[in-house]
């Protein structure tokens, strides 16, 4: 069998092994030699189910890594949703001295009001702890199409012919990203590439051409295993994972007042005067207000029920929550839940936590506002 990649997610194409990347049925691959999608990206696009294939995290650093020994422009793009979780740390040792443009997708889903400089700043602000050396930093969302004009003239500004590399964590948008391009360029409506909702989807490197010599490169995503959608399934996911705009939910509480995102997350206000609560979280997602005291007890009875997502199972594959608490200060603040959303406060000194499966990451921020 020639070496041939699949189109949709880069892996070279093999008939021997279904559990590897690539697999394509020999009946199928003879049948038309130039049908390039292999078998898990043909499930992907038509029935949007994910067949895992056994490739690990560091078969993925391996191939970005080599990007660190070549003369490249590199294309960071980060979830504007989940800033801190997206950003690589560490991320000079997979792309070596190379100029990075910055990019936050998935503006779309943020709240208008929030401006795009106060985004831009704070994407920049975080990117600088992590060691980032940015030329340039804008917003897109790859899904509607938007700045990627922007982005077009960015790369064109900086690429010195050279070629341009998109990276990032998985399912912040990269290859979403790269099909909105392509479709600048061609009568191509449809999606090139396979994207879906399930992290891991590009397994290996595809080329898109952008002159005689050089190619615009999608990459595998970096596994951030702190990520909610890590551990849920495709029902879960498509409730957590936003499709439009964030509407702000506001709840006034008092202290010892509890409130659960589905079943995901349990927000505790633990101490101080009745203040209100800012949550951006996915719509999709029912909040549910209870009394602290209750609050264990209602947990245990409902997850899974009232308390959806995460179903029963995916409740006892994930095991116990652990517990973050906070002390805010004066600024405004933002309490995050990794790829979760959130929850936008704006009174000093009161005292909060937060409760997720324990591989979930929480933090506290100075708010976006
Ligand atoms: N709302 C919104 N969703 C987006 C946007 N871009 C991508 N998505 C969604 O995010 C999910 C992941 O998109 P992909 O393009 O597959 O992400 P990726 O970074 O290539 O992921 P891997 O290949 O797994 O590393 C899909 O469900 C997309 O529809 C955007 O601009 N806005
Ligand atoms: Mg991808």
């Known amino acids: 069998?020639?070496?041939q990649k699949c189109l949709g997610c880069g892996s070279i194409l093999q008939v021997e092994?279904?559990?590897?990347?690539?697999?394509?049925?020999?009946?199928?691959?003879k049948k038309n030699n130039k049908?390039?999608?292999?078998?898990?990206?043909?499930?992907?696009?038509h029935y949007n189910e994910i067949s895992n294939v056994d490739l690990k995290n560091e078969d993925f650093v391996k191939i970005l890594t080599d990007i660190a020994a070549k003369d490249a422009l590199i294309i960071n793009v980060i979830d504007i949703f989940d800033i801190s979780g997206s950003v690589i740390s560490g991320i000079s040792r997979f792309i070596g001295d190379n100029e990075i443009i910055l990019v936050g997708n998935k503006r779309d889903i943020l709240p208008k009001a929030?401006?795009?400089h106060k985004i831009i700043n704070w994407m920049r602000r975080i990117v600088k702890d992590y060691g980032y050396k940015v030329v340039d930093c804008l917003l897109t969302s790859a899904i509607k199409g938007h700045g990627i004009e922007e982005l077009l003239t960015v790369i064109e500004k900086h690429r010195k012919n050279r070629d341009v590399y998109i990276i990032g964590c998985t399912?912040?948008?990269?290859?979403?990203?790269?099909?909105?391009?392509?479709?600048?360029?061609?009568?191509?409506?449809?999606?090139l590439i396979t994207v879906s909702q399930f992290p891991g989807t590009t397994l290996g490197i595809i080329e898109i051409p952008l002159d005689d010599k050089h190619n615009l490169i999608d990459t595998p995503g970096i596994i951030n295993s702190h990520q909610y959608a890590f551990y849920l399934d495709k029902k879960e996911l498509n409730h957590i994972m936003p499709k439009k705009e964030i509407k702000p939910r506001v709840y006034q509480l008092e202290s010892k007042q509890t409130l659960f995102f589905g079943g995901l997350a349990r927000f505790d206000y633990l101490f101080g005067d009745k203040t209100s609560f800012v949550c951006f979280i996915n719509n999709d997602i029912k909040i549910h207000r209870t009394k602290l005291e209750n609050a264990f007890s209602l947990f245990e009875k409902h997850i899974g029920g009232m308390l959806y997502p995460?179903?029963?199972?995916?409740?006892?594959?994930?095991?116990?929550?652990?517990?973050?608490?906070?002390?805010?200060?004066?600024?405004?603040?933002?309490?995050?839940?990794?790829?979760?959303?959130?929850?936008?406060?704006?009174?000093?000194?009161?005292?909060v936590s937060v409760s997720v499966p324990k591989d979930v990451g929480v933090y506290i921020r100075p708010s976006l506002f």
């Open 35 to 45: 049908l390039s999608l292999c078998q898990r990206c043909f499930r992907l696009k």
């Open 114 to 116: 929030i401006k795009d």
């Open 310 to 351: 995460p179903s029963v199972e995916t409740f006892q594959k994930i095991g116990e929550y652990q517990k973050h608490q906070f002390k805010t200060t004066k600024e405004k603040c933002d309490i995050v839940i990794s790829g979760l959303g959130f929850i936008s406060i704006n009174k000093p000194n009161i005292q």
């Open 1 to 3: 069998m020639k070496q």
């Open 171 to 191: 399912n912040v948008g990269k290859s979403t990203l790269v099909n909105s391009i392509i479709k600048r360029f061609t009568e191509n409506t449809k999606d």
């Open 17 to 29: 092994n279904e559990e590897k990347p690539g697999f394509i049925k020999p009946n199928v691959y």
